[in-house]
């Protein structure tokens, strides 16, 4: 039971973790050692992200966005390896295509919501994928 919890409750941030930091990584390579102001605008520009999303997702801040199935989660947050992939994909096109300064806010923006949207998807997808298997449940919110 524990592990089953610690993996449910935690794949999502892992994968995150993971994104974010090997972001940071590409960044350094391709944009060149950050300034503390570059580091200040890579953490401001996730947790942006994240700000924007989540304004998006409870129609700026008026309504609880509820969670899906654990199962649905648990599927869903496996393939996590996609939404890693595309997060610091972002952050590498991002490192290529901006100037150095510039890179590393909109990289880690920019890395933050190519992960999150692809998370998103996945959920979808495993969403789905639940309710092609016989869970009538598959899309039901648990508040």
């Avoid at 993971?18 to 050692?33: H, R």
């Avoid at 609880?64 to 890693?84: H, K, M, N, Q, Y």
């Avoid at 990289?107 to 997808?125: P, V």
Wanted: proline share 3%; glycine share 14%.
């Amino acid at each position: 039971m524990g592990l089953k919890t610690a993996v449910i409750d935690n794949s999502a941030a892992f994968g995150f973790s993971i994104m974010i930091t090997s972001s940071f990584g590409a960044l350094d390579k391709l944009a060149g050692s950050p300034s503390l102001v570059d580091i200040l605008g890579f953490a401001m520009g996730a947790a942006a992200a994240f700000t924007v999303l989540q304004a998006v997702t409870t129609r700026g801040f008026r309504r609880s966005p509820g969670a899906g199935p654990r199962e649905v989660d648990l599927l869903g947050t496996a393939f996590g390896i996609l939404s890693v992939a595309l997060g610091l994909g972002a952050a590498v096109v991002a490192g290529l295509l901006l100037p150095a300064g510039a890179a590393w806010a909109a990289g880690a923006f920019l890395a933050a919501m190519a992960f999150m949207l692809g998370q998103a998807l996945l959920l979808m997808l495993a969403a789905r994928l639940e309710r092609l298997r016989g869970d009538p449940e598959a899309d039901a919110e648990r508040g």
